[in-house]
């Protein structure tokens, strides 16, 4: 990842309410949640939760998919996880120990 896009995930991580969002979202995995039901589960006003769904979709942390009249946001662990390898790149002196995180439900065989 550039250090560009770093910056704006690591930015709109840097508020309680879109780290509250984008951690339930991490916890939900690729299924994602309704914006009715993240506006639910973290007691947010739909127009605070829109405007923070918005700010961590422009980071490209979060995606939005529509299921019939529903706005269904996920986690973008792709890019989540380019966060942090970068974060740790050059951690445990140099040598390689990059964190990888693959939804439960997801048939992605991690590296040996």
Do not use: D, W
Not at 89 to 95: A, F, Q, R, S, V
């Amino acid at each position: 990842m550039e250090t560009k896009n770093i910056i704006l995930a690591l930015s709109a991580l840097a508020q309680e309410s879109r780290l509250a969002v984008f951690r339930l979202l991490v916890q939900a995995g690729p299924q994602g949640l309704a914006a009715t039901k993240i506006a639910e589960a973290l007691a947010l006003a739909p127009s605070s939760l829109s405007f923070h769904l918005k700010e961590l979709t422009y980071a490209n942390l979060i995606t939005q998919t529509r299921e019939g009249r529903s706005l269904i946001y996920s986690a973008n662990f792709e890019t989540m996880n380019g966060v942090l390898g970068f974060l740790t790149e050059n951690c445990c002196g140099g040598n390689p120990c990059t964190p990888v995180c693959i939804p439960a439900c997801s048939n992605e065989v991690l590296p040996s």
